[in-house]
Structure formats: structure tokens, C-alpha cells
């Protein structure tokens, strides 16, 4: 009797707690909040580009992963302080980096964009996508 007992209980608990667990794995799927964009177009004055553009040209930084780096103020996009904020990159790219920036992209000439895109590198279409952003981002 006294075995068939702990038997029983340990079923009991086993089966509880695989109860728990699942009904936690279920329950946990809807907090998933990775649809969530990552920037907001910047409120009030700093940009004027209607909300979908602005997400559009954010889109590269995101999903390239420069945000994790470099902010944009410009284009209203936060991101790490490792690298300068980009806003005037299309601007004095030249002057910094002794290549223009369609050419630093390609083939950076700083140590870190180096590694950036050596592992990484980027599409014509995504380098266009950069500059046509950086661009706008320095008022031009
Ligand atoms: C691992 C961090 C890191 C990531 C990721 C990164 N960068 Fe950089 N980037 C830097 C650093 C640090 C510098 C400054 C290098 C220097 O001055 O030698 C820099 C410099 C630059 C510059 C020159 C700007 C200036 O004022 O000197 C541009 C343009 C640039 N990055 C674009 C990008 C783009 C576009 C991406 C995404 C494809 C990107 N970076 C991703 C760290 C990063």
C-alpha cells in the first residue's frame, strides 16, 4: 500500500507539472512583442518626411544592424554611442575618411567599419538605400 501511494502521489505531481509547464509555454506566446517597431519617427519638428518614408529609410540602418552602433539623429533613429551619430556622414564622410561615401561603404577605411563589413557586406541596393538615407538625414 504505503508504495502504490507514493506511486500515486509521485503521478499526481508529475502530471501537474507537466500541466504547469505547458500551460506556462502556452501562456507565455502572446507577450511576444517582436512585430514592435524599434523607432518611432522623432515627434515634433526634427524631421519633415511623412512617418512612412522616415520607417522606410530606417529600415536599412535596422536591419543592417548600424543602429547597434551608430545613432541617426537626423532621420529621428536613437541607437549605440560605439560610432558617431551618421546624420552628417554624407557630408564629411570625405573629409574624415579620405573616401567618399559611397566608397567607405564599399571598402571602409576606418579599422572597425573594416570588420563592420568585411563581415557583413552590403548590396549596391543596400548601400543606395544607406546613402539615399544618410542624404536626407543631413538635410540634403
Ligand atoms: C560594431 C559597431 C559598428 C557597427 C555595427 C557599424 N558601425 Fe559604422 N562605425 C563604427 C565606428 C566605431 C566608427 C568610427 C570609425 C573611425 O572613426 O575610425 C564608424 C564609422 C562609420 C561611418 C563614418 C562616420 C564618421 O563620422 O566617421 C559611417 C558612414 C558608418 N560607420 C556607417 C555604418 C553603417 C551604414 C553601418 C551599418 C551597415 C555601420 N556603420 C555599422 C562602428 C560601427
Given at each position: 500500500?504505503?508504495?502504490?501511494g507514493?506511486?500515486?502521489?509521485?503521478?499526481?505531481?508529475?502530471?501537474?507539472?507537466?500541466?504547469?509547464?505547458?500551460y506556462q509555454?502556452?501562456?507565455?506566446?502572446?507577450?511576444?512583442?517582436?512585430?514592435?517597431p524599434i523607432?518611432?519617427?522623432?515627434?515634433?519638428?526634427?524631421?519633415?518626411?511623412?512617418?512612412?518614408?522616415?520607417?522606410?529609410?530606417?529600415?536599412?540602418?535596422?536591419?543592417?544592424?548600424?543602429?547597434?552602433?551608430?545613432?541617426v539623429?537626423?532621420?529621428?533613429?536613437?541607437?549605440?554611442?560605439?560610432?558617431?551619430d551618421?546624420?552628417?556622414?554624407?557630408?564629411n564622410?570625405?573629409?574624415?575618411?579620405?573616401?567618399?561615401?559611397?566608397?567607405?561603404?564599399k571598402k571602409?577605411?576606418?579599422?572597425?567599419?573594416?570588420?563592420?563589413?568585411?563581415g557583413?557586406?552590403?548590396?549596391?541596393?543596400?548601400?543606395?538605400?544607406?546613402?539615399?538615407?544618410?542624404?536626407?538625414?543631413?538635410?540634403h
Amino acid at each position: 500500500m504505503g508504495k502504490k501511494g507514493i506511486q500515486f502521489i509521485l503521478g499526481f505531481v508529475i502530471a501537474f507539472g507537466l500541466g504547469y509547464l505547458i500551460y506556462q509555454g502556452v501562456g507565455q506566446k502572446p507577450v511576444e512583442v517582436a512585430d514592435t517597431p524599434i523607432t518611432e519617427p522623432a515627434p515634433a519638428s526634427t524631421s519633415t518626411q511623412p512617418a512612412s518614408t522616415t520607417t522606410a529609410e530606417a529600415d536599412v540602418f535596422v536591419q543592417k544592424g548600424c543602429l547597434a552602433c551608430h545613432a541617426v539623429s537626423g532621420l529621428g533613429l536613437d541607437g549605440g554611442v560605439t560610432g558617431p551619430d551618421l546624420s552628417q556622414s554624407f557630408l564629411n564622410v570625405e573629409d574624415k575618411h579620405g573616401v567618399p561615401l559611397d566608397e567607405f561603404l564599399k571598402k571602409p577605411t576606418s579599422a572597425v567599419m573594416s570588420g563592420v563589413i568585411g563581415g557583413n557586406p552590403l548590396t549596391d541596393e543596400e548601400r543606395q538605400a544607406l546613402i539615399e538615407a544618410l542624404k536626407k538625414a543631413s538635410g540634403h
